[in-house]
């Protein structure tokens, strides 16, 4: 089993539409992220959602909008698709995202977003 | 801004042979952790070291922390082909961020069969 899953796994759309991202984890961890990581291979966070509770937003556009139904999913929302938006998207999971903790993270296999 | 600087940026080598990648960072740390990304796949944990700890063994895998200079370094001993990917430095801040890992741009090693 998949221990943190997310589709699609490839993305293709025109400017302007929107679009989602859907993740799930199935370790039972408390904590899941969304990263971007551009062509360059520069990996960066996006949003972090510890029990159904957004506790990390980086500056972000607000067109990107992350929920939580439950600790096991967390979805990514993109309104108005632009060009730079291209990139890979990652979502990941940790058992224990507090400060206090060694926060290893599990990482889904990513979703190429090609905005043309 | 960006925490972790990794080099090389690419780094080619031959089975048999050992590859160090090193990592510098800006801030104070709780930790520093290794992945490594397969191309096209998702980051793997690979090992962690804590900010009071100086080296940490994993199999093939050495990694130093000097605390003193802001930098790490990933050993891997005896590399083989399988060993081809990304890896990639990242740190969990001390102080008041909620976790939060800060990635490196990551070094791409290629093992030669």
């Known amino acids: 089993d998949t221990a943190v899953s997310q589709t699609p796994k490839y993305l293709v759309t025109q400017m302007g539409n929107d679009k989602s991202i859907k993740c799930e984890q199935n370790?039972?961890?408390?904590?899941m992220y969304w990263y971007k990581q551009d062509s360059k291979k520069f990996l960066k966070i996006m949003f972090s959602?510890?029990?159904?509770?957004?506790?990390i937003n980086e500056t972000v556009p607000n067109r990107f909008s992350p929920k939580s139904p439950d600790k096991a999913h967390l979805n990514l929302h993109i309104n108005s698709l632009e060009l730079g938006d291209s990139a890979v998207y990652f979502c990941?999971?940790?058992?224990?995202?507090?400060?206090?903790?060694?926060?290893?993270?599990?990482f889904g296999a990513g979703t190429r977003l090609s905005v043309l | 801004s960006q925490q972790g600087e990794e080099d090389p940026q690419a780094l080619s080598i031959q089975e048999g042979e050992n590859a160090t990648m090193n990592c510098s960072y800006k801030?104070?740390?709780?930790?520093l952790q290794w992945y490594r990304q397969n191309s096209g796949r998702g980051l793997v944990h690979l090992i962690l070291?804590?900010?009071?700890?100086r080296e940490k063994h994993s199999g093939r895998l050495r990694v130093t922390l000097d605390t003193s200079k802001k930098s790490s370094s990933l050993l891997i001993t005896a590399s083989r082909a399988a060993d081809t990917a990304s890896y990639f430095c990242a740190t969990q801040a001390g102080g008041t961020s909620y976790g939060k890992l800060t990635f490196g741009q990551g070094t791409i090693l290629t093992v030669h069969p």
């Open positions: 801030t104070s740390i709780n930790n």
């Open positions: 959602y510890n029990n159904k509770e957004l506790i």
């Open positions: 070291i804590r900010s009071n700890e």
């Open positions: 370790l039972g961890h408390d904590t």
């Open positions: 990941a999971s940790s058992q224990d995202g507090s400060r206090l903790a060694k926060n290893i993270q599990y």
